[in-house]
């Protein structure tokens, strides 16, 4: 992904290519490619490919496995019941299990094909097929089971789009408890199996390729019929999944998934750049909609970012959260495997999650996957009224929305993480940085830990990215950031709630005084550090404000005291920096960063150079807004360790804007190219990867 050549690309070269082939390029009779804005199809590609490959490993290959979970919108009561649905699609076998249902009552398995009721919403409806498979019996264990073979005639016609436990003689639109659907990854695997295609008509199998009686139970395909992961499909999608997080509003408030993770600002917000919007602007609507005044902190949200988060359940006190980044989420948001399964993380609480979201890795409901993320955002942000009743105060999203903003999501920036060890900097201060952040404990001498010598930082952080070098998937840490002395937030608001982490259970002992009630364990997860630079202030809090004092608070009692401090097997990750080591990371870590806003900015511009109108402009413009990012990052810490690259990246930028301003056609994409081996040469300069 950084690939480097020790030469710069000569632009005069650049140039007579693109004007021999250029000609072509603006047939108007040619439709328009989709809007994709910082979406990917070759990202979204290489994350089903990997996902895929797990699957198969496993040996279930025909096996379809869907976890079953309370919904806060969708269950008619609460509980911590959970389950599993496993269905053979070769033998038509199913298996339900379920564990922590209330001891009164029986329940049963229903199967929900989503026909478009009146609101095509995810939560069954009249209009839509429902099939019952049976009750569920009790086990000596305290759990509750049951297994069955479905009917192949009965199910004639129908597609498996949600699987229900409801109590025992109630319609699952009103008794529902526990609800689970296939994700984008299962029914964009299955859709394209030749199986799969065989049994919708699409194409006759293989003769090596064995039918599968129940391939028409299959989830609906999410792409393209023919292949579901066709280029051309998957951009059609992710243009979906866009178009629903930058317009729709879910009937609600007036916001919209954009309205805190802002396309042209890393799918993020910060305190900057809330300065410049204005007063209506729907990020403010608790300062302008009286039924919505709790809604959020005004003082929070303007001088520190903050967003108001009932993490722990709307009936305990809302935390202050700063708005997570949504770039590169396929690289941070596996869950770690415990020992006690088989893996080697620390905590199997973990793993009741799906994935490892939000700021303390519990962040979304129900299962805690990507694809029910958005369904808490709308519950939590966009509702037109704090009672939060669903179809009143917010539509719920259709299956279709939900699976279209997951793809989209997971297209966005980064599908994989650097490898440490083929870069090497141009800069012998950059390249300090990377020996000091890329080792993973204190050496030891004659059985003395040696603190200073490290950072530390590639135990949680292994190659600048959001997964430990151990588990290989995100981890989540108590690293004490909510016992730092004097929080921000806490001075403006004395009476804020402190933030537990993960996990919900009270402590009495939380906060700096260790006086405090919270809900949580302390632990919160590891973000990626390759955009780190772009997404200032920093921690879930926004308590510190530059990459600097983020650096530097590792040296202070709050982490070098805590749980993170040392590891399960004893290992001393203590801290110790002098202020030219903090120096070092930090440009290492900008270096990283500027690297990926060229990536990012040269992918959209060769995008923008595709579309026409309005979808040409608004790409470009988010190109621009990575450059300006890469040149902002580098000149952030003060020192400049790449003078020229800076020039490189300064005189792409004004081309940028030069073709911003021009019409579409030859000379716009001659300034576009232009500026495009201009960032090439910045690269250069910065950064040479070896074989």
């Known amino acids: 992904m950084l690939s480097c050549p020790r030469h710069l690309i000569p632009v005069a070269a650049v140039l007579a290519l693109v004007a021999a082939l250029n000609t072509a390029c603006f047939d108007e009779s040619q439709p328009d490619a989709p809007m994709l804005g910082h979406g990917d199809a070759a990202a979204l590609r290489s994350v089903l490919e990997r996902w895929k490959t797990r699957h198969e490993q496993r040996g279930e290959a025909e096996t379809l496995n869907v976890s079953l979970v309370p919904s806060p919108a969708l269950s008619a009561a609460r509980t911590q019941g959970r389950g599993e649905l496993r269905i053979n699609l070769l033998t038509g076998a199913v298996e339900v299990k379920a564990r922590g249902l209330p001891a009164e009552g029986n329940y049963e398995v229903w199967l929900a094909d989503n026909r478009g009721g009146a609101s095509q919403a995810v939560k069954p409806e009249a209009g839509d097929r429902l099939i019952g498979l049976g009750m569920l019996t ?69 003769a090596t390729v064995p039918a599968l009686p129940f391939a028409f139970l299959l989830p609906k395909a999410a792409v393209a019929q023919t292949s579901a992961t066709d280029a051309a499909s998957l951009e059609q999608l992710i243009a979906r999944g866009r178009q629903i997080f930058v317009e729709e509003t879910f009937d609600g408030n007036g916001r919209t998934c954009a309205t805190c993770h802002r396309p042209d600002n890393n799918h993020t917000i910060d305190p900057r750049y ?268 926004n308590s510190v404000n530059t990459l600097e004092e983020a650096i530097a608070s590792y040296n202070g009692d709050a982490f070098n005291q805590s749980p993170g401090a040392k590891t399960s097997s004893g290992k001393d990750r203590r801290v110790k920096l002098e202020s030219s080591q903090v120096t070092a990371i930090a440009l290492f870590l900008r270096t990283l960063n500027a690297l990926e806003n060229i990536r990012s900015s040269n992918s959209l511009s060769r995008k923008s150079m595709g579309l026409r109108g309005k979808n040409a402009r608004e790409t470009l413009k988010l190109a621009m807004a990575d450059t300006e990012d890469a040149i902002e990052v580098l000149q952030g810490g003060t020192l400049l360790p790449y003078p020229e690259a800076l020039a490189r990246l300064e005189e792409a930028l004004a081309l940028e804007k030069k073709a911003l301003h021009t019409e579409i056609g030859p000379l716009r994409n001659l300034r576009l190219n232009k500026a495009i081996a201009l960032k090439l040469q910045a690269k250069a300069l910065m950064v040479t990867e070896q074989p």
Request: charged share 20%.
């Open 138 to 206: 009790r086990k000596a264990d305290g759990g509750t089971m049951l297994r069955t073979t479905l009917d192949r005639a009965a199910l004639a016609g129908f597609e498996l789009d949600q699987a229900i436990i409801a109590r025992c003689g109630e319609a699952p639109d009103r008794g529902g408890l526990l609800f689970g659907a296939p994700n984008l990854m299962q029914r964009a695997y299955f859709s394209s199996q030749p199986w799969s295609l065989t049994a919708r008509g699409d194409t006759p199998a293989p």
């Open 274 to 541: 809330i300065a410049k919007l204005p007063p209506s602007d729907p990020l403010f609507v608790a300062e302008y909609n009286p039924d919505l005044k709790e809604l959020e902190k005004p003082a929070l949200l303007r001088q520190m970012g903050l967003i108001l988060a009932n993490v722990d359940g709307f009936d305990k006190p809302g935390v202050m959260r700063s708005v997570p980044y949504l770039l590169a989420l396929p690289t941070s948001i596996d869950v770690e495997v415990c020992a006690e399964h088989g893996g080697k993380g620390d905590f199997c609480e973990d793993e009741a999650f799906a994935n490892a979201l939000g700021w303390s890795g519990d962040g979304s409901p129900g299962s805690g996957s990507l694809r029910e993320f958005a369904l808490g955002a709308i519950i939590q942000h966009m509702p037109k009224t704090l009672n939060r009743v669903p179809q009143v105060d917010f539509r719920l999203p259709t299956d279709e929305e939900l699976t279209a903003l997951e793809a989209y999501m997971l297209s966005l920036g980064r599908s994989k993480d650097i490898d440490l060890a083929k870069l090497s900097f141009n800069s012998p201060l950059v390249q300090q940085g990377k020996l000091l952040f890329d080792v993973k404990e204190n050496p030891v001498r004659n059985g003395e830990v040696i603190l200073g010598e490290t950072a530390n930082c590639n135990g949680c952080h292994q190659n600048a990215g959001a997964n430990s070098s151990t588990t290989h998937a995100n981890p989540t840490r108590d690293t004490g950031v909510e016992n730092m002395r004097d929080p921000p937030a806490f001075l403006l608001d004395p009476g804020l709630a402190v933030d537990g982490g993960f996990g919900k259970n009270e402590r009495v002992s939380c906060g700096f005084s260790q006086d405090r009630p919270c809900y949580g364990n302390g632990r919160f997860n590891t973000p990626p550090l390759i955009e780190a630079a772009d997404t200032a202030p920093y921690f879930h809090n």
